[in-house]
């Protein structure tokens, strides 16, 4: 790391921070690299923003002014296409995307009360270390993540299903917990019997690939976190225990393994342990993507 830092203050580059070095590779995106924004160099009127439904629990809110910047080694030139997981205030915005002392451009967006991802232009990324500096048009602006693939046609999605929100099969049935905040879940009740009982969800993703799937659940004991995941009715895809929580608790967790999902298709989750709670479904294609849960456990709709 220190060797590409001092050719970089060679090369008279305006570097005041040890610039992200690591190459990644998913079997998803294919090369790539990600910021989470609150983990950037932040100045100004920006502030970074605890929220469960961002990624790593946080973003920055562009309030008055203020830049964000993160410092990327590129060890070899490459084209790389850029998108930005943002929230836009209802008078819509505009997000400023700088590379090194390249003229800003300005991508225009229309207001939005959930995430969405928006793509932020293709860019050609030459040998050393790139500054990107991100500013905002528009009081009010949010931005989680920011994500770089080499593959154009990529689109991100992070996209969260209710559980509640399927099809259930008997003995899954629809629960409320009331604390510390009201959350519906699907479960088959301890009593009910393991393997037995099935919640389908109807999913739509960009294109037929493998993605990154991560449940919210409640898992009290490692007698009542087991469940599998299959398609159309099935479940003959894949053992999936989730992570043991409090008996309040809840907690996102994945299968290490992508899986496969169609345009549109029909996931089916299929009880093996009574006992076990899930919330909600969360599919993306976004490998640096971390949902989290705030301590002490809140339950905040996604
Ligand atoms: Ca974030
Ligand atoms: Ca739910």
């Given at each position: 790391?220190?060797?590409?830092?001092?050719?970089a203050l060679l090369a008279g580059c305006a570097v005041d921070e040890d610039p992200d070095l690591s190459t990644e590779t998913s079997e998803i995106t294919g090369v790539w690299f990600g910021y989470d924004c609150e983990a950037g160099s932040i100045i100004g009127?920006?502030?970074?923003?605890?929220?469960?439904?961002?990624?790593?629990?946080?973003?920055?809110?562009?309030?008055?002014?203020?830049?964000?910047?993160?410092?990327r080694g590129i060890g070899a030139p490459a084209y790389f296409y850029g998108w930005a997981r943002v929230m836009v205030p209802a008078s819509g915005g505009g997000l400023s995307v700088q590379f090194d002392s390249d003229p800003p451009a300005v991508y225009a967006l229309l207001a939005s009360s959930t995430w969405m991802w928006i793509p932020i232009g293709g860019h050609e990324l030459q040998v050393g270390t790139r500054q990107i500096k991100l500013t905002a048009t528009t009081a009010g602006l949010l931005v989680d993540r920011i994500l770089f693939v080499q593959a154009s046609s990529f689109i991100?999605?992070?996209?969260?299903y209710e559980a509640e929100a399927g099809s259930l099969v008997f003995p899954m049935t629809i629960g409320t917990q009331r604390l510390p905040a009201t959350t519906k879940y699907v479960s088959v009740p301890n009593g009910s019997g393991d393997y037995a009982g099935r919640v389908d969800l109807d999913v739509a993703v960009p294109y037929d690939t493998t993605y990154i799937l991560w449940a919210r659940a409640n898992a009290p004991s490692?007698?009542?976190?087991?469940?599998?995941?299959g398609r159309d009715g099935s479940a003959n895809g894949f053992a999936w225990d989730a992570a043991v929580t409090s008996t309040m608790g809840w907690t996102w967790n994945r299968p290490t393994v992508a899986q496969r999902i169609d345009i549109t298709d029909v996931l089916s989750?299929?009880?093996v342990d009574d006992g076990a709670k899930r919330d909600k479904l969360l599919i993306t294609n976004d490998p640096g993507f971390l949902p989290i849960e705030s301590s002490p456990p809140l339950v905040i709709a996604m």
């Open positions: 790391m220190k060797h590409l830092f001092v050719l009127g920006t502030r970074v923003t605890d929220h469960v439904t961002a990624s790593h629990g946080a973003y920055i809110a562009f309030d008055a002014g203020g830049s964000a910047r993160f410092f991100p999605i992070t996209d969260v490692t007698a009542d976190n087991s469940f599998r995941v989750i299929a009880s």
